[in-house]
């Protein structure tokens, strides 16, 4: 497969971000930061490995990065279960690099945002420990703690509910003799959100932030911060499963009460009084449905009309998807469908807790030609894409041994879980050892195709995924119909598994054919153009109306 590219000066054009804030230009980049660059041998990633490559995420084109949590945590969940929010775990590096890191970044046009972790601390946080040191103590209220209802054979749980990670979501704490709530481990206590008191120390520890430059949070399962009040049992629901009966349930009560979005509320009026007149903050939100379930609808009930709630919220449908025109088609349109008129929508693939597309959906023969296809598919969207790190030179799930996982999620549930670790392998940068993120031993093993798949061999290679994922960016963000036009699909053509969409902005049109399938396909589009951006064809040559679709061509056209 063939690849044409123009540079900016050949087309004569500039980027324009017209005025838009920066987070609707995108894309916003997720680092994980212990995976992405290893600066002091240790084998785990760090900040200033970041602020090494900020030259090559500018080149890229980025436009945010999202830094998984570098807090300092006792890593029972790698960095979820937080024991200082206004601080910077050793391992990563200090305050000062991070300092650095944000006016660096901000220097080339690039904002960051933190991953915000609301609903839960960890269990060696001081707040904590004050709160389990007695029942009458000051922050007692701060976290959920109950009473055991007493039967014939002793105590029992204060209701059914299960945590993510297995087992009930509540842990007998013996010196007070109660109860204490965690959706996730036990070493994951949950938050009392009810209290005031948690509200402003939260939305205080965000500011801090705010303060050194941050320009927006990604909020983790931001959904789960207000449980009933009443602890009401969840009811069940059958499905096929590994054994884990957190599942099994239908997380009614513990999780989506109406009270969230008032707190979301007061989250969003902090956010404004840092945006100026730019909309220069952002916050989204991880909105989790039960698990397997596509909840398009309540992803957008947290974004509102955009104005008072969250500016972005994550839909998983393309996630648990497959890669046919018509799913595709399906989900995409469900999700333009859900959302209110004033919402702006958000796209991603890949993250640190799924499987990577690259492995989910590209299997099997054509493998590098359908990373093509999910490219444009995902920048050629109305909204912001979200790029994982390491998807624009299309990594894939690393092999994990079991002696070598680190999630705690996959060494419980092995072997009928993978965990996470399989989309948390270190960045492939070159083909030396280690792929030239460590040189000391990587905290997880590195993938097997690094000396093939690496930055340094396809930045080399123009015909390459990456040199691919950059052209589509800067395609995407000169083209005002792509960066914030309307989109409309076609229906003709799903039968043939072709995916076709217009973006239109001002009397611009811009065209959208991905032929997703290994055979020659016809185009349904009755309409020929000039082309901009192809697998197969040359740019500023033209396509006709009844062209046929090489296999798996992508062709986006004026």
């Known amino acids: 497969m063939e690849k044409y590219r123009l540079s900016l000066q050949e087309r004569g054009m500039a980027i324009q971000y017209a005025e838009l804030p920066w987070w609707k230009t995108g894309p916003i980049y997720q680092i994980y930061p212990r995976s992405f660059l290893d600066t002091n041998s240790d084998g785990v990633g760090?900040?200033?490995?970041?602020?090494?490559?900020?030259?090559?995420?500018?080149?890229?084109?980025?436009?945010?990065?999202?830094?998984?949590?570098?807090?300092?945590?006792?890593?029972?969940?790698?960095?979820?279960?937080?024991?200082?929010?206004?601080?910077?775990?050793?391992?990563?590096g200090s305050l000062e690099t991070f300092k650095l890191l944000v006016r660096e970044a901000e220097a080339r046009g690039i904002s960051?945002?933190?991953?915000?972790?609301?609903?839960?601390?960890?269990?060696?946080?001081?707040?904590?420990?004050?709160?389990?040191?007695?029942?009458?103590?000051?922050?007692?209220?701060?976290?959920?703690?109950?009473?055991?209802?007493?039967?014939?054979?002793?105590?029992?749980?204060?209701?059914?509910?299960?945590?993510?990670?297995?087992?009930?979501?509540?842990?007998?704490?013996?010196?007070?003799?109660?109860?204490?709530?965690?959706?996730?481990?036990?070493?994951?206590?949950?938050?009392?959100?009810?209290?005031?008191?948690?509200?402003?120390?939260?939305?205080?520890?965000?500011?801090?932030?705010?303060?050194?430059?941050?320009?927006?949070?990604?909020?983790?399962?931001?959904?789960?911060?207000?449980?009933?009040?009443?602890?009401?049992?969840?009811?069940?629901?059958?499905?096929?499963?590994?054994?884990?009966?957190?599942?099994?349930?239908?997380?009614?009560?513990?999780?989506?009460?109406?009270?969230?979005?008032?707190?979301?509320?007061?989250?969003?009026s902090l956010m404004d009084l840092y945006a100026g007149a730019s909309e220069d903050t952002m916050l989204v939100g991880e909105v989790y449905p039960d698990e397997g379930v596509h909840a398009p609808d309540l992803a957008a009930t947290y974004i509102g009309n955009g104005k008072d709630l969250l500016h972005l919220a994550f839909d998983f449908s393309t996630i648990y998807t497959s890669l046919t025109a018509a799913d595709l088609h399906s989900v995409l349109q469900t999700w333009y469908g859900v959302l209110s008129p004033g919402a702006w929508p958000c796209h991603v693939l890949s993250n640190h807790d799924q499987s990577r597309a690259a492995s989910r959906l590209c299997a099997g023969a054509d493998n590098e030609a359908k990373k093509r296809v999910l490219a444009a598919l995902l920048l050629t969207q109305r909204g912001t894409p979200f790029l994982y790190y390491g998807e624009e030179i299309g990594m894939e799930d690393g092999v994990i041994a079991r002696k070598d996982l680190q999630d705690p999620l996959g060494?419980?549930?092995?072997p009928f879980h993978p965990g996470r670790d399989r989309?948390?392998?270190?960045?492939?940068?070159?083909?030396?050892?280690?792929?030239?993120?460590?040189?000391?031993?990587?905290?997880?093993?590195?993938?097997?195709?690094?000396?093939?798949?690496?930055?340094?061999?396809?930045?080399?290679?123009?015909?390459?995924?990456?040199?691919?994922?950059?052209?589509?960016?800067?395609?995407?963000?000169?083209?005002?119909?792509?960066?914030?036009?309307?989109?409309?699909?076609?229906e003709t053509g799903l039968q043939e598994n072709v995916l076709a969409y217009v973006r239109r902005k001002a009397g611009s049109e811009v065209l959208v054919v991905l032929n997703v399938s290994g055979q020659t396909r016809p185009n349904p589009i009755r309409r020929g153009g000039t082309v901009l951006l192809s697998t197969h064809r040359k740019p500023q040559g033209t396509i006709e109306h009844d062209t046929r679709l090489a296999p798996w061509e992508c062709t986006v056209y004026r």
Request: a negative charge.
């Open 46 to 92: 760090d900040l200033e490995g970041i602020r090494r490559k900020l030259d090559y995420l500018q080149d890229l084109g980025v436009r945010g990065i999202w830094l998984s949590p570098i807090y300092p945590s006792p890593l029972y969940d790698f960095g979820y279960d937080i024991t200082n929010y206004h601080d910077i775990d050793p391992v990563f």
């Open 112 to 268: 960051l945002i933190m991953d915000m972790v609301l609903n839960h601390t960890s269990h060696l946080h001081p707040w904590f420990i004050e709160s389990r040191s007695s029942r009458d103590n000051p922050k007692r209220d701060w976290y959920i703690w109950k009473d055991g209802p007493r039967g014939p054979f002793g105590k029992g749980y204060p209701n059914n509910w299960m945590a993510a990670f297995g087992g009930h979501a509540w842990t007998w704490d013996k010196p007070t003799e109660q109860y204490y709530l965690h959706l996730f481990t036990e070493e994951q206590p949950d938050l009392n959100w009810r209290n005031p008191e948690v509200q402003e120390a939260m939305l205080a520890e965000m500011q801090f932030w705010l303060d050194l430059g941050v320009k927006g949070f990604r909020l983790d399962v931001i959904n789960y911060l207000v449980k009933d009040a009443q602890f009401r049992n969840n009811p069940y629901h059958f499905r096929m499963t590994y054994p884990r009966r957190h599942d099994l349930q239908h997380h009614q009560f513990d999780r989506n009460q109406p009270e969230t979005y008032e707190i979301v509320h007061r989250i969003r």
């Open 411 to 414: 060494k419980k549930y092995y």
């Open 423 to 490: 989309s948390r392998t270190p960045m492939q940068w070159t083909g030396d050892s280690a792929a030239g993120f460590t040189e000391g031993k990587p905290w997880l093993p590195i993938n097997r195709d690094f000396r093939k798949r690496n930055v340094e061999a396809q930045q080399r290679d123009p015909s390459s995924l990456l040199h691919w994922y950059r052209d589509l960016i800067t395609l995407r963000q000169e083209e005002p119909a792509l960066l914030d036009g309307s989109i409309e699909f076609f």
